[in-house]
């Protein structure tokens, strides 16, 4: 799994194999959580014909839903790969992380 781009303090998109995740932080008053989904077929070509604008609008959409609050509604709610997902996806980001600082110094 490896990052493909992001938006500081909002959202990861990663690669695993050929799946497209869309890891978006979500806060809600005192609540965060990190929302992991895979992009759909209609998202990633979406993403593939738009580019990061669209996962900007898509981050916005999960988090204005709020798919991680009890009672929720969203259209997300049985996407979240964040249990399955957590441990690669906070690797990748690491390791990404660890490389991006090695390039600025």
């Given at each position: 799994?490896?990052?493909l781009d992001h938006e500081p303090?909002?959202?990861?998109?990663?690669?695993?194999?050929?799946?497209?995740?869309?890891?978006?932080?979500?806060?809600?008053?005192?609540?965060?959580y990190s929302w992991v989904m895979?992009?759909?077929?209609?998202?990633?070509?979406?993403?593939?014909?738009?580019?990061?604008?669209?996962?900007t609008q898509l981050a916005e959409?999960?988090?204005?839903?709020?798919?991680?609050?009890?009672?929720?509604?969203?259209?997300?709610?049985?996407?979240?790969?964040?249990?399955?997902?957590?441990?690669?996806?906070?690797?990748?980001?690491?390791?990404?992380?660890?490389?991006?600082?090695?390039?600025?110094?």
């Open positions: 799994m490896i990052v303090h909002w959202w990861f998109l990663l690669q695993d194999g050929e799946t497209l995740l869309l890891d978006v932080h979500c806060s809600h008053s005192a609540v965060d895979t992009l759909n077929s209609d998202e990633a070509a979406q993403f593939k014909s738009t580019g990061r604008a669209f996962l959409r999960v988090q204005w839903s709020a798919p991680g609050i009890r009672g929720s509604t969203s259209p997300f709610r049985g996407r979240n790969l964040s249990r399955t997902h957590d441990r690669a996806v906070s690797e990748a980001i690491k390791a990404w992380r660890g490389k991006s600082a090695g390039s600025h110094g």
